[in-house]
């Protein structure tokens, strides 16, 4: 039985989380959620959008999406997975059915605008989402979903049309999976630390030559996310 872990404001944290205790992590070696967004370096860098007159500050990376972010973060886990993206919505399902039969899946982004069992579904089209398959049975797909519904059921129609995500602006292909995890490694935290810290530099490098406005990364930050673990950083 897959474990739920639940809190919409870190779905892809959570859903890392769930997919690899499920796929057998120790649960002494594996962080916990909060450790796991800031390896996924989304909370590093501050992303300015002008909508209208209005400038919208995100506290979020500027060039990195989450669905990048969930790579990052299992590389340093020390984590391997098969990726399967794009193809026809039938193959796709098909595909979904038979991984999860096999194990957790991690299916996403998807447009929180398709998931039908959230109250206020209409509202949040274009939201990306990610979520954990547990199977593909009777035109309906079960999964975790970290925003607050474990055991979530959806008909198949409609969980493919949310997870095509065509309405993600991000999502440059439709029907993107995760699943086969295993563990390659056992990185202490001190190295998933340094790792991340480097990839936060090189985004940073990467933003300033593309002429994205950023503002400078606090080391302070991975203090706030990851707790005592990280204090050595700030």
Known sequence: ?????????????????????????????????????????MPFGTLYLRVGRDLLVYFSSPVATPDQGITTALEALGWECREDRD????????RLAEAAGRGPVLAGPLDMG????????????????????????????RMHDPEGYPYAALPT????????????????????????FRQVRHPAR??????????IGLQSSTAMRTSVSVA?????????????????IS
């Open 114 to 141: 398709g998931l039908g069992y959230m109250p206020h579904h209409a509202q949040l089209s274009g939201s990306d989402h990610f979520v954990v398959v547990l199977g593909v049975e009777h035109d309906r797909v």
């Open 157 to 180: 129609a409609e969980f493919l049309r949310a997870w095509k995500a065509d309405r993600v602006r991000y999502a440059q292909m439709p029907y993107t999976m995760r699943a086969g």
């Open 1 to 41: 039985m897959t474990r739920y872990t639940g809190n919409g404001a870190y779905c892809y944290a959570n859903s890392v989380y769930m997919a690899l205790r499920e796929s057998g992590a120790a649960a002494a070696e594996l962080p916990e959620p909060g450790f796991i967004e800031c390896l996924t370096t």
């Open 87 to 94: 193809g026809a919505p039938e193959a796709a399902l098909a």
């Open 190 to 199: 001190e190295e998933m630390i340094a790792r991340t810290r480097s990839r």
């Open 216 to 232: 400078s990364i606090s080391r302070c930050s991975f203090s706030i996310c990851a707790g005592s673990a990280c204090r050595s």
